[in-house]
């Protein structure tokens, strides 16, 4: 082990309580010795850490990112301003209703426009951001009052102080800001939601394996960034008493942006930093303001260039991981002890899985024609068979990852209408990958403990540690002889490959399947690895649980499976014991070559 | 609305939308060669207008006023990709993106120093000649800039496909590990990719500025038309960007008649969200933009 740095020696509960602190102390302290000047200014930033902050978080969720969200702040501007001026309605009222327009706004927006990928949804928000202007400016002008816009806005008052630039807006805004950042990070990374949302923006496919429905809770973060963005358009137009298009033009969004870009969008404090800075820059270069734009394209292609992680990288926070960069002394061991949770209601019932008639092809090469297979619980099926004869697109139709050109999936006679990965991870079918997706930017326990986002009939774990309450994740731990790793929170990067694989492994048992669907699970494993997983997969199957094992290496295979089904050319051509698959004259065929007329057995 | 008005109105439309084709082609291109895209292009058309009314203002003959925004524009293509795109190219989709609109902003500020921040326009290459034909008046201007456009769209897709430099283009565009391992210079093509985007943007923005107010923070605007119409062609598609360019020119045209001068750029906005929404691959079906979930 590398000696344990002083940090990672504190209990879990000392960063977040530091912080806490020093915010506090930050805005009750920064009033008696800032001059109201540098208050005022400081007080603005806080406003823009607002924005930096709804934006930081939509892009932390979603891996999205957005050019609409000055657009936003000048719907909820906007909404305040038109109600208060001119219709002499509530301040807090009309501030809310801008807030839920703009979530609404942005949630209908969201939909349509997330599944689209990389530059399509930038091009988007750019041009929803263009559109908001056109209408400020000119279409909507009896309303926003064209380029002038609406002054004369009166500054609201909260438990009798009114919000004015200097003390009160700065503890309002800043108090807003501590707020915000201890609750996006208490959903980041204490939310069984927000941990599978932060795997999802990494990788959508991997997501997917424990059914999360990306799109419609990515549109929902999206609607609560866009609110909070228009709360920190309203919080602008209270600071300046005006509205008007051009504060709230493309500008707005870029300065949001440089901010994100600066403060780097891994945590939400980064952002909330930058903000300070680039407020404060413009009171140090008088022409700051003239080239405002240009200055901050060059200030985002230089941190791009040089800190592509931002500026603020926290140090802390990552050795706090990489503590334990060492090889795991002990590379997991099973104890099979435990057992692994199953759907409650489905532990008594024998189900069937079954593929029925399945036919798959690609620009005309077909990789699957008319295979029919049924998994049963308790039972291992192999499947085998040489390279590209259609294992891994079965278990793609399977999972509901592709759609077959014609076939049916049906769960116990039931066909499943449209096998999306969702539904059949919601029906206890899930499935490993040949290359193990693994997030990031998770934890190790994280990256086992978002499995419990689905999961079925039980209560969702966070990524706590499991020490009492979390029994399935504590389980599936023990089973997978990941407990010990797990605790010493390891940095995942660190993490030696056959261990991924338990963690993908033990993150889909934590979904509480009936049905697993393991894509070459032995590829890469060294001989004790595999023993391991030998175990476990005898463990599943005496759990009831129906296991799918694809795999190249046919004595581990032929070892553990029940039945094996043989493939070759996308078509299913033996199904048997593996004793009568072993001693089959086409399967030999298959793997030795036509020229082969021997008894000789498929090496074993 | 009478004949005589549609067809003026289209005409006018093919113009503008000419136009929009000339940054379109930049976005399409570099997008299929490099993947990236290259967020300048609607920056690049309206320095083209900029350096040709710096250029002129300055004593410089228009042709070499022309030719000089367009190599502004093919230089300032190349530098983005050499200083920009390649080294941030390994973080990702997205940090390209925003630094190439990163550079797009730099360039406002560099417009705002050549033209000042009020609106500009150039003196007709023709003194404003029009002839016309059955009663539809015809820009010379305009026309020259139809014609050059079409020409150069021709060009290159005749390079692409009949030379050793396009076919390795496409190759490249196809599968960059590939073409590399063949022994293509795969990062010469890309900085062929942008400098020529850049250029054909430059030369367009040129071309444009007699019929244009040339604005030194008009780039988004051009940029939001042009990527209407390199998607409405299914982004990707050369020659989808021709035909999607002139399809937002005309629809603009024909709205800001029926509605007023804003709504044709409400229109071009409109389009392009709905296209993005509902048909990301475009009209022609050439491209796609959805995320390919297969594993």
């Known amino acids: 082990m590398a000696p344990k740095t002083w940090l990672s020696r504190l209990p879990a509960f000392a960063i977040p309580v530091a912080f806490i602190s020093i915010g506090i102390a930050f805005l009750v302290l920064t009033p008696f010795w800032l001059d109201d000047y540098n208050l005022r200014l400081v007080g603005l930033a806080g406003i823009y850490a607002i924005l930096a902050l709804s934006l930081g978080t939509l892009m932390r969720f979603t891996g999205q990112l957005s050019l609409a969200h000055g657009s936003f702040a000048a719907i909820g501007a906007y909404t305040m301003a038109v109600g208060t001026v001119d219709h002499g309605q509530d301040f807090w009222v009309m501030a809310l209703a801008g807030v839920l327009a703009t979530s609404l706004v942005g949630y209908l927006l969201a939909r349509p426009l997330l599944r689209l990928s990389g530059f399509y949804l930038i091009v988007a928000t750019l041009a929803f951001s263009e559109l908001v202007t056109i209408l400020a400016r000119g279409s909507l002008s009896e309303i926003t009052h064209g380029v002038q816009g609406l002054t004369g806005i009166r500054r609201p008052e909260l438990f009798g102080f009114v919000i004015t630039p200097g003390e009160n807006l700065f503890r309002f805004s800043w108090g807003v800001v501590l707020v915000g950042v201890i609750v996006v990070e208490w959903f980041a990374h204490r939310t069984p939601i927000g941990i599978a949302l932060r795997a999802a923006a990494e990788d959508p496919v991997g997501a997917k394996s424990f059914g999360l429905p990306a799109v419609r809770r990515q549109a929902i973060v999206f609607a609560v960034s866009a609110g909070a963005a228009a709360f920190a358009g309203i919080l602008l137009a209270v600071a300046s008493r005006s509205v008007d298009p051009d504060g709230f033009s493309i500008g707005l969004s870029v300065s949001a942006f440089t901010m994100i870009i600066v403060g780097g969008a891994g945590a939400a404090l980064g952002p909330v930093l930058a903000a300070i800075g680039l407020t404060e820059l413009p009171e140090f270069v008088d022409w700051f303001g003239t080239y405002q734009q240009s200055i901050e394209g060059i200030i985002i292609v230089a941190v791009l260039l040089l800190r592509p992680k931002g500026l603020v990288s926290f140090a802390p926070f990552r050795k706090r991981s990489r503590a334990a960069r060492s090889q795991p002394d002990a590379s997991p061991t099973l104890r099979l002890a435990a057992a692994v949770t199953r759907n409650p209601a489905s532990t008594t019932r024998s189900l069937s899985l079954r593929a029925a008639g399945v036919t798959k092809s690609f620009d005309g090469l077909t990789a699957l024609s008319d295979v029919t297979i049924e998994f049963e619980s308790g039972r291992v099926t192999g499947i085998m068979g040489p390279n590209g004869a259609g294992k891994t697109t079965l278990l793609n139709v399977i999972s509901g990852l592709i759609v077959a050109d014609s076939g049916t999936i049906a769960l116990n006679d039931d066909v499943i209408k449209r096998p999306t990965p969702e539904a059949m991870v919601r029906r206890g079918v899930v499935r490993t990958y040949q290359t193990p997706r693994i997030f990031r930017e998770l934890s190790a326990l994280e990256n086992v403990s978002c499995g419990s986002y689905r999961a079925r009939g039980a209560r969702r774990s966070a990524g706590r540690r499991p020490r009492g309450g979390d029994d399935d994740l504590d389980r599936v731990l023990e089973l997978t002889g990941l407990t010990e790793l797990i605790h010493q929170s390891y940095d995942i990067s660190n993490v030696p490959f056959g261990t991924l694989r338990l963690i993908e492994i033990a993150r889909v048992l934590l979904t509480r399947p009936d049905f697993v669907l393991l894509d070459e699970p032995a590829a890469g494993l060294d001989p004790r690895e595999r023993a391991l997983l030998a175990d476990l997969i005898d463990e599943l199957r005496s759990e009831g649980i129906g296991v799918a094992l694809i795999e190249h290496d046919v004595p581990f295979l032929l070892s553990v499976a029940d039945v094996v089904g043989v493939m070759n050319f996308g078509e299913l051509l033996r199904t048997g014991t593996p004793q009568e698959v072993r001693h089959d004259p086409v399967v030999q065929e298959i793997y030795l070559g036509g020229a082969h007329h021997g008894e000789a057995e498929v090496v074993v | ?295």
């Open chain 2, 1 to 295: 609305m009478t004949l005589t008005q549609a067809v003026q109105l289209a005409i006018v439309g093919l113009i503008v939308g000419c136009a929009y084709s000339m940054a379109a082609l930049g976005f399409a291109f570099t997008y299929r060669v490099t993947r990236f895209v290259n967020f300048a292009q609607g920056h690049l058309l309206m320095m083209g207008g900029a350096v040709t009314i710096a250029l002129t203002e300055g004593g410089a003959p228009i042709l070499i006023a022309i030719l000089g925004a367009a190599l502004f524009g093919g230089f300032i293509g190349l530098i983005t990709d050499l200083v920009v795109v390649r080294p941030i190219a390994r973080y990702g989709l997205h940090s390209v993106g925003i630094a190439t609109l990163a550079v797009a902003f730099m360039l406002e500020g560099l417009a705002a120093k050549l033209i000042g921040r009020d609106p500009r326009f150039l003196d007709s290459f023709s003194g404003g000649r029009v002839t016309t034909v059955g009663g539809v008046r015809i820009q010379w201007d305009g026309a020259l800039l139809v014609v050059v456009t079409v020409l150069l769209f021709a060009l290159l897709g005749f390079y692409l496909r009949h030379s050793w430099g396009g076919k390795a283009m496409l190759m490249t565009a196809e599968n960059k590990v590939g073409s590399l391992l063949q022994g293509v210079r795969t990062g010469r093509i890309e900085a062929a990719a942008f400098a020529i985007s850049g250029f054909v943007a430059g030369l367009g923005g040129a071309l444009f500025a007699p019929m244009y107010s040339t604005t030194y923070n008009g780039g988004l605007t051009l940029a939001v038309a042009a990527f209407a119409a390199a998607t409405l062609g299914g982004l990707g598609s050369l020659a989808g960007a021709l035909l999607g360019g002139v399809l937002v020119g005309v629809v603009s045209a024909f709205a800001s008649y029926w509605y007023g001068g804003e709504a044709g750029q409400l229109s071009t906005v409109v389009l392009l969200v709905a296209i993005l929404s509902f048909r990301p691959s475009g009209l022609f079906g050439l491209r796609t933009g959805r995320v390919d979930w297969r594993a």
